[in-house]
T-cell receptor, first 109, second 116 residues
Framework: DAKTTQPNSMESNEEEPVHLPCNHS???????IHWYRQLPSQGPEYVIHGLTSNVNNRMASLAIAEDRKSSTLILHRATLRDAAVYYC??????????FGAGTRLTVKP | DTGVSQDPRHKITKRGQNVTFRCDPISEHNRLYWYRQTLGQGPEFLTY????????KSRLLSDRFSAERPKGSFSTLEIQRTEQGDSAMYLCASSNLAGGRTDTQYFGPGTRLTVL
């Protein structure tokens, strides 16, 4: 399985943008890049996914490097409710999801 | 939108006892996944179903674990002869892979198992 590398933790100030990096140098051509987050005491929640092009939705943006060996999840204005563990996951089209340890995001008021 | 539900939310049992958890997926979702999560770690994949067929099982799923999805709707996960190392959060997720090339998984709140 292709692996991802994320920082263990990051901090942000409220209402500032947050850029969460993910390295995936062994990504294959068919792997999708998925991001999920897990708020305290809850199950994971889908955030966004992409294959090659940058993606935007109401929650976040996903910027994918041209060589696809890294990606960045962008929260445009962090709120206290965005404090969570963020997981970057590579997934082939028919495969299961393999979570790593993720990045714990702390948002300071 | 009722979401994915799991029952019970908490279970405390003694070592050696059997436990069974239930997951009700989002209606019409054809895929159902089970994960296990221990403190400070990300969820670990256990198994998944496409309708009633169990398509993949992780090596984490020892012989003491069995999962079923008899009618392609709800699913049960049973752990026989529980051990203290089975203490974890058990998460269920469902998705609808209808001709697409990837799916979005919707997770339930989990069942927290404590084995004494």
């Amino acid at each position: 399985d292709a692996k991802t590398t994320q920082p263990n933790s990051m901090e942000s100030n409220e209402e500032e943008p947050v850029h969460l990096p993910c390295n995936h140098s062994t990504i294959s051509g068919t792997d999708y890049i998925h991001w999920y987050r897990q708020l305290p005491s809850q199950g994971p929640e889908y955030v966004i996914h992409g294959l090659t092009s940058n993606v935007n939705n109401r929650m976040a943006s996903l910027a994918i490097a041209e060589d696809r060996k890294s990606s960045t999840l962008i929260l445009h204005r962090a709120t206290l409710r965005d404090a969570a563990v963020y997981y970057c996951i590579l997934r082939d089209p028919m495969g299961d999801m393999r979570f790593g340890a993720g990045t714990r995001l702390t948002v300071k008021p | 939108d009722t979401g994915v539900s799991q029952d019970p939310r908490h279970k405390i049992t003694k070592r050696g006892q059997n436990v069974t958890f239930r997951c009700d997926p989002i209606s019409e979702h054809n895929r159902l996944y089970w994960y296990r999560q221990t403190l400070g770690q990300g969820p670990e994949f256990l198994t998944y179903f496409q309708n009633e067929a169990q398509l993949e099982k992780s090596r984490l799923l020892s012989d003491r674990f069995s999962a079923e999805r008899p009618k392609g709707s709800f699913s049960t996960l049973e752990i026989q002869r529980t051990e203290q190392g089975d203490s974890a959060m058990y998460l269920c997720a469902s998705s609808n892979l209808a001709g697409g090339r990837t799916d979005t998984q919707y997770f339930g709140p989990g069942t927290r198992l404590t084995v004494l």
